[in-house]
């Protein structure tokens, strides 16, 4: 079944009618202008006329009591006749929040926006969406307002999917900086709704300064397990460190998981520049987050808004998240792929917390505990008064015009042309049954021209006429996607090992300088890659005599589960760390002989891997593999979200065999980290 396609906006200028009216040096930075520049720079790039407009309306009292209690909402609707002073003191009962004569309907919009997208996401209307809502909710809770925050949007179209379209099963991915404890509180003890928060923490001294934020609050009786908090105990945190925790954390549980539909708190504080934040992660990674959160629930995808200060740094990110949302490539991250020491003990503690709750981690290696937990009392002390690890050049004089500049300058590499066609194929026989609309057929190379290109190297190999139309054909295909005419591409052939073998050497001759080829099944040919202009993950069913993996050559033994598709582990564990680590400019999936994956392994692979190389992939496969091939082509169409399969949890051989390879890698490629080592 084809997935409903398009994503929505929803926007309404009534929401920027909410302001302060007193001198308020907390609340000052929440202002009207949030909403409307981020509409203004989704404007100018282009993207609000390639939305579908959904229309704000008004939350009813009744959908607000699903999860606040009547005296909240009576509080609220009678300061709609206040007078200034009035105001004020009401205001005064919370903490961190302010009262505007529009402020109740402000919020009943903000509430009625949210939900507008939960039925348009809900209905097939359309696959994906965001709200640009104000004033922001992920703070407030059944009796108060809180941090900004009125109503829960969130946690209300939590409530209103649950009992609306009768789901089970919601995730709530929070980026904001700051802790939603409104909607931990509300959630901690219902199984049925996974909140995932990180936050701002630096050991319970930043707002709002809870000791229920911290990772070891997993969750109440039955909801055990479904409140994930991630602290991050120093500011300058930047896309590595976001990074590494949707693999060694999110991602991990989430599909686990297997929600009906994921809502984001999308608050934008946690960006390069806010003066909340603190925290230097650049607009492009939300695009990453983002895209990875497309693969979940069949697409079905609520983006709402909370926080984000710095005006410039809130619109560019608010486009990341829109474009990715349209499907478009996803922009190369920047900056050093390496988590700093203090996400990592962060993300192995949160890790250790969930061990009993969930299977993923069933085999996770908790013994630092024992002798740590003193230590990590002591790391607290020792490190309170260092420096971050990561540099904080930008963040710590903070300067709002100096950010601007940078990401005028920054964004400038970021934001490039998309390409027409999203994939490229031979029209060649067969291949009728994977084209799409995204599809463009190319034409084929003549033979002279496949030799000249093939005589370099090979060219013994190649004997047959058949051999040398299938590699002219993926040749075609290549040159396309190297040339950034289209964004990715499939080609089937007799022999996946020598095409793949060839695309490779094409690839850098062609000047790449950064090759990433995931070959599942027997390689047969092995490039050299010495020159660290490649970098070979051969996903093969057992070891190959005398060959030993290198830092450019990695082998992984895995054979898939029959009962279902135990892959997740080995791709959001291993292969994808690696991968963002060496940051590859194009990626080459291929499949030979023997694979020992299933169809929604590879699917996964592929769908997965779309975040690196701006989205350049090509697909070299056994043209014999019919119905991977049209798998493989949906996923790179994006048409749809490829069925990934059943969800087995990976068993402790196989834990065990990840940890190996990344206690083998972790120095060479850091995004391996998930542990502090022993003895710090
Ligand atoms: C929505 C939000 O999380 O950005 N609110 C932050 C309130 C900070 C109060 N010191
Ligand atoms: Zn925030």
Redesign the pocket.
Known sequence: VAMASGTALIYDEKMATHKLLWSDP??DI?VPERLSSSYEQLKSYHLVERCVPVPAREGSEEEILLVHSLEHLEVAKSTQTMNEEELKRVSENY??FFFHPSTYHCARLAVGATLQLVDAVMSGEVRNGMALVRP????SQRNAA????LFNNVAIAAEYAKLKYGLQRILIVDW???H?QGIQYIFEEDPSVLYFSWHRYEHQEF??SLKESDYDAVGLGKGKGFNINLPWNKVGMGNSDYLAAFFHVLLPMAFEFDPELVIVSS?Y?SGIGDP?GQMNATPEVFAHLTHFLMQLANGKLCVIL????HLKSLGESVCMTVKTLLGDPVPQITGEMAPCLSAVESIQNVRAAHKPYWKWLAYEDTSFLQNLSTKSHLLKKANSNTSTEHETKITNNNNTVKVERFLELHMKNILFPVPPIKTATIGSEGSEHFLSEHVQLVKEMDKTEIKSLVSGFYADLVEEDKILLSLGSMLAILDKILKKEVCNGIAASPTAALSAAVALRHSVRFGFQRVLCVFVGDMQITPNTEDGKMLIINICEKEQPGKTSCKHCISLNWKEDAEGNDFFSAVLGFILPVAYSYQPNLTVIAVGPNRSLGISGISLLVALLQGLAESRIVAVIEDTEISLLQSVAKALGGASTPPFGIYVPPTQEKVKKIKALRDQFQQEWKMLQCSVKDGI
Not at 136 to 139: L, V
Not at 146 to 149: K, P, T, V
């Open positions: 907390i609340c929440e903490d961190a922001p909710g992920h703070h809180n941090g900004f925050c904001d900086v700051h939603g707002w709002p608050g504080d909340e909370e926080g984000g200060y």
